[in-house]
């Protein structure tokens, strides 16, 4: 029987880390954010910088938005959250109040994460009154820095407020598996399910990507096919239970030669620990590919791709030690995850 949902992702924006790539010759690589397409509706992972334009590119109208998902509360990945918020309520000011889009994401850490053993002098945190907000926290506090802007909007426009337009909820881990931010950020685990509706189930596990936590990975099951996108972490073993026998696996990746180019003759405790990070928080394009490997994924995707300006050529070794269909995606590019029946 035919398709019907034609499940598929669009690979929006494909490069990761919290800055902005330059590197014409090698193509344009935008900050990270996906949408899984499921008949007519469709679901954002991470909303990193260019997100917002990219979605329109697509040719997705914002109005067929269900939801968003946050893997982790780094800036790279919810970088157009609060564009989102800002000018979305304009597409889904007919959801206000009846049936607001949902942001799902990780919720408060609870502590700060610890001081590198490189650190002479303790660093200061920012904003000691709240220093680890969660995903409801730090989207309404993104809102209300933009008050003038929206009040001017809600008043003499008549515009929602965009807190009834979108509801953003933490994610809450599931109780008695021994979670802890700093000392076991991921305990062995099964998925755990944090939205459903007639087009899709999610599920989420915790993943490695010290020192952020929670960290989510996500799984979309629909009726044709899965898909399951890891979000930032090292090899993971959770990653791979999620991803059991998935159609599709987008896996992040991340180039150590390249971190070495940068980091590997620096003496400074500052170049030192942010080797150190690159290191316990991101996977190889190998360990990617053993990952999809051991979850036994119908196909393997790279994205979240560290640095965004490197050539295909340092991705590509993936397909080396991945027995099955490898893509490597720019932005914009289009995979089905659907299953012939």
């Not at 994205?303 to 914009?332: C, K, M, N, Q, Y």
């Amino acid at each position: 029987m035919a398709l019907t949902l034609e499940p598929h992702v669009v690979t929006l924006g494909t490069a990761g880390g919290p800055r902005w790539w330059s590197a014409p010759d090698s193509g344009e690589r935008t900050g990270i954010a996906t949408a899984v397409v499921v008949g007519n509706a469709f679901y954002l992972v991470d909303l990193g910088q260019g997100a917002g334009r990219r979605i329109a590119q697509a040719g997705l109208d914002l109005k067929d938005l269900r939801a968003l998902f946050i893997t982790h509360l780094h800036s790279d990945h919810v970088y157009d959250l609060a564009g989102l918020g800002i000018f979305g309520l304009y597409a889904l000011q007919d959801r206000a109040g009846t049936d607001p889009v949902r942001i799902l994401g990780p919720g408060n850490r609870g502590e700060l994460p610890p001081v590198s053993p490189r650190a002479v002098v303790r660093p200061e945190p920012l904003a000691p009154q709240s220093p680890t907000p969660g995903t409801r926290e730090m989207f309404e506090t993104l809102m209300a820095a933009h008050a003038t802007d929206l009040n001017d909007r809600i008043l003499d426009s008549l515009k929602p407020s965009p807190l009834d337009v979108f509801r953003a909820e933490d994610i809450e881990i599931p109780a008695g598996i021994g979670y802890h931010p700093n000392t076991n950020a991921t305990p062995e685990m099964d998925p755990f399910e944090v939205y459903r509706d007639e087009l899709v189930t999610v599920t989420a596990i915790l993943v490695e990507h010290p020192p952020v936590a929670p960290a989510f990975a996500f799984r979309f099951d629909t009726a044709e096919g899965s898909v399951t996108i890891s979000g930032d972490t090292c090899f993971t073993p959770n990653l791979i239970t999620l991803a059991q026998g998935t159609d599709l696996l987008l896996h992040e990746a991340i180039d150590f030669e390249w971190v070495e180019s940068l980091y590997g003759d620096k003496t400074d405790d500052a170049s030192r620990a942010a080797r150190d990070h690159h290191y316990k928080s991101h996977t190889s394009v190998r360990e990617a590919a053993k990952a999809a490997e051991a979850a036994g994924a119908g196909t393997l995707a790279l994205h979240h791709l560290v640095p965004g300006h490197a050539p295909d050529i340092v991705w590509t070794e993936a397909a080396e030690h991945f027995s099955g269909p490898f893509v490597l995606p720019s932005d914009l590019d289009v995979i089905p995850f659907g299953r012939q029946r």
